[in-house]
């Protein structure tokens, strides 16, 4: 084999070994290990990312219940920062913040992440829903930090079934209360009931009983 040739069949065997190496790298950075949708919605400005962005609604459509904001938000600067206020420009849907664990405020630590939805983490609800966007469209979002500012992103709304449910609301609407049954019959509470047995028979005012009422006539 000539030299030429030599050199092209190690290059092409590179290749290959590269193109395998990086399809490795994919899959264990994908599903398996950061659980990472291919149409998740990502943006990163300054030393803040925030990747992984959805809008989820109750499994139902029509139910009435909160909604939740689920995202995971990197910090790769050298200080901590805090998650001070996420809101959806353009809804009247107020979002609460509430720390895994603890009553402070939600802390991306220097150099970590932060994984917000789902049990055991931090926690972001929509109360009262989330009415003016549907399923499957795109709602603008807007995290802010205590450095970096405003981090601003469009996350899909999707409800809590399937992939979403484990990061979905937790408080799900209550079925209707069951109304009683009509089983008994009611009695007017304005009947009365005759105390007694009347002691004597009424004689019509109306009639004259004779004086000579004997069956055997007079004078015989």
Same mark, same amino acid.
Do not use: M, W, Y
């Given at each position: 084999m000539s030299r030429s040739l030599r050199r092209g069949a190690i290059a092409a065997t590179a290749v290959v070994i590269s193109i395998a190496a990086l399809s490795a790298c994919g899959a264990g950075n994908d599903a398996q290990t950061l659980q990472v949708r291919p149409d998740n919605a990502a943006?990163? =400005?300054?030393?803040?990312?925030?990747? !992984?962005?959805?809008?989820?609604?109750?499994?139902?459509?029509?139910?009435v219940g909160p909604a939740v904001v689920?995202?995971?938000?990197?910090?790769? *600067?050298?200080?901590?920062?805090? $998650?001070?206020s996420i809101t959806l420009p353009g809804t =009247? *849907?107020?979002?609460k913040l509430k720390a895994a664990e603890g009553n402070g405020p939600i802390v991306v630590p220097a150099g970590g992440?932060? =994984?917000i939805?789902?049990? /055991? !983490? &931090?926690?972001?609800?929509?109360?009262? *829903? $989330?009415?003016? %966007?549907? !399923? @499957?469209? %795109?709602?603008?979002?807007?995290?802010?930090?205590?450095?970096?500012g405003d981090v601003s992103l469009s996350a899909y709304v999707v409800p809590a079934k399937s992939y979403f449910t484990e990061y979905g609301p937790t408080e799900l609407p209550k079925p209707p209360a069951t109304l009683p049954t009509a089983s008994a019959t009611a009695t007017p509470s304005g009947t009365a009931t005759p105390s007694g047995t009347p002691t004597g028979t &009424?004689?019509?005012? /109306?009639?004259?009983?004779?004086? *000579? /009422?004997?069956?055997? %006539? &007079? @004078?015989?």
């Open positions: 943006v990163t =400005v300054d030393d803040v990312k925030v990747q !992984n962005a959805f809008v989820i609604t109750q499994p139902d459509p029509g139910a689920s995202a995971t938000v990197f910090n790769n *600067g050298r200080t901590r920062q805090t $998650l001070d =009247v *849907g107020t979002v992440s932060v =994984v939805g789902g049990q /055991g !983490n &931090a926690s972001a609800v929509i109360e009262g *829903g $989330l009415h003016e %966007a549907r !399923n @499957g469209n %795109a709602q603008k979002v807007v995290f802010k930090l205590s450095k970096t &009424a004689t019509p005012s /109306g009639t004259t009983t004779p004086t *000579g /009422g004997s069956t055997q %006539a &007079a @004078g015989h």
